[in-house]
């Protein structure tokens, strides 16, 4: 069965074709690429699992690979697939449906109507240009630009996908409810959460799942290890669900005991505290980097109220002195695969309040982004000579000794961006 009903592919394959009048001239055309399986390293026949390039999914729904929708204005859209062959059929299961005209054609295709510029995006193999001539390149960023910006814009269809996502995902965080405790490994965890959505129709996981316990906690990507989770211990769970592509991205942090020592219960009601506040930013026009500097505020005047931080909040922020305690930017655009399209704007992010934002835009109707504010206790950056001059009249160096083995709290959630307050796709997972 097809993954998108064939009116949304029409409609976003609509609004493309819109998008570019203005950009493509009457003699040019975009191909949109799928892309080539990758081949293993030595392997021979081997290859990496496909994975079909998102604009060009997304705007054909195809999932197969050497696929390319080519456009012109007098034309409009094409397709051009490489249906499956007996072999793929009978070694691989092959079975999507595809239709349009064999990829073999396309070569010919192009040469009988000589286009002045032939534009390429999606999944370009090493050998392809994007362009037939350096002429274009204003017109390609343009049009990498107006693609894009569509891209970002979540369809009603995509949010139900991620609301399904959502429900899997629940049913892993569920499971790890009543299987966390003291003995457990971090790579125990990992696998009764993938196996339970997995259970559940998950396809698989749209990243690395991560597991930190006690300080592993601070490990911003930490990879699960055999350590077993102690009494005391924090364990913060940043993972996933995906179906055909399409994900989310959910953090929790629950505490070893089942109860919440008093100094975890303060990091992790004051990262709360951010989220909440960082969510109501969340409308149609803000910057993205006010989002993460509203949630950097919070982070800030509630280390200043545990005696951890001092002096002058803005400084604290303008300074990145709060980035030895909150090192990462708020969030990303998320939904088709964990990192949605935010480029190519953001190819060189300033750095806001010490970190390194992965977005950087204004937020509009229907954009899926993550809000992820995190305080963690990392051994590498309180260690640092460098940071513990910096930052002296700022940070209580003394104090946060005190808290070194706390390791850290991160709470995520996906939120819809509305002409209202956002919506929280990801609700249906239960905080502490
Ligand atoms: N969930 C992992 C990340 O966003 O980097
Ligand atoms: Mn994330």
Excluded at 129 to 155: F, P, Q, W, Y
Excluded at 332 to 340: A, I, S
Aim: net charge negative; aromatic share 8%; charged share 25%.
């Amino acid at each position: 069965m097809a993954i998108f009903p064939k009116e949304v592919i029409q409609k976003r394959q609509k609004n493309v074709a819109e998008a570019l009048s203005d950009v493509l001239k009457n003699d040019e055309c975009l191909l949109v690429l799928s892309g080539l399986p990758i081949g293993k390293p030595g392997g021979l026949d081997q290859t990496y699992d496909f994975l079909p390039h998102p604009t060009y999914y997304w705007l054909t729904g195809f999932r197969s690979a050497r696929g390319v929708a080519f456009f012109s204005k007098s034309t409009g859209w094409i397709d051009f697939v490489k249906f499956a062959t007996r072999e793929d059929k009978f070694w691989e299961g092959a079975d999507e449906e595809l239709h349009g005209r064999d990829i073999s054609e396309l070569e010919s295709f192009l040469s009988g109507q000589k286009f002045s510029q032939i534009y390429k995006i999606g999944q370009l193999a090493y050998n392809d240009s994007a362009l037939t001539s350096e002429a274009g390149k204003a017109t390609l960023e343009k049009i990498h630009l107006k693609v894009n910006a569509l891209r970002r814009v979540k369809d009603a269809h995509e949010v139900q996908m991620i609301l399904n996502i959502a429900d899997i995902a629940n049913k892993g965080y569920k499971k790890l409810q009543s299987f966390i405790r003291p003995g457990v490994t971090e790579k125990e965890i990992q696998i009764e959460f993938e196996s339970e959505i997995q259970r559940h129709g998950a396809h698989g996981m749209p990243y690395g799942t991560i597991v930190g316990s006690g300080s592993n906690a601070a490990i911003l990507h930490a990879i699960p290890t055999m350590k077993k989770v102690e009494q005391s211990d924090l364990v913060l769970i940043d993972a996933g669900a995906d179906v055909y592509d399409y994900c989310v991205d959910i953090t929790r942090v629950y505490p070893a005991s089942g109860q919440f020592s008093t100094m975890q219960k303060e990091i992790y009601d004051l990262v709360k505290q951010a989220q909440t506040k960082a969510i109501e930013k969340c409308h149609i026009g803000t910057q993205w980097h006010d989002v993460h500097r509203t949630s950097a505020r919070v982070i800030a005047e509630g280390l200043k109220a545990l005696n951890i931080m001092k002096g002058d909040t803005e400084a604290i922020l303008d300074t990145g002195a709060i980035a030895v305690f909150y090192p990462h930017g708020v969030g990303h655009l998320v939904g088709l695969r964990v990192r949605d399209v935010g480029c190519p704007e953001n190819l060189n992010p300033k750095k806001y309040c010490g970190a390194n934002l992965r977005v950087d835009l204004e937020l509009k109707e229907n954009f899926l982004i993550t809000v992820e504010p995190g305080c963690y206790f990392i051994k590498g950056l309180i260690d640092d000579a460098e940071n513990r001059t910096k930052f002296k009249d700022f940070i209580n160096w003394q104090e946060v000794e005190k808290w070194k083995g706390l390791g850290g709290v991160r709470i995520e959630d996906d939120m819809l961006i509305t002409q209202g307050p956002a919506r929280n796709l990801t609700a249906v997972v239960d905080k502490i």
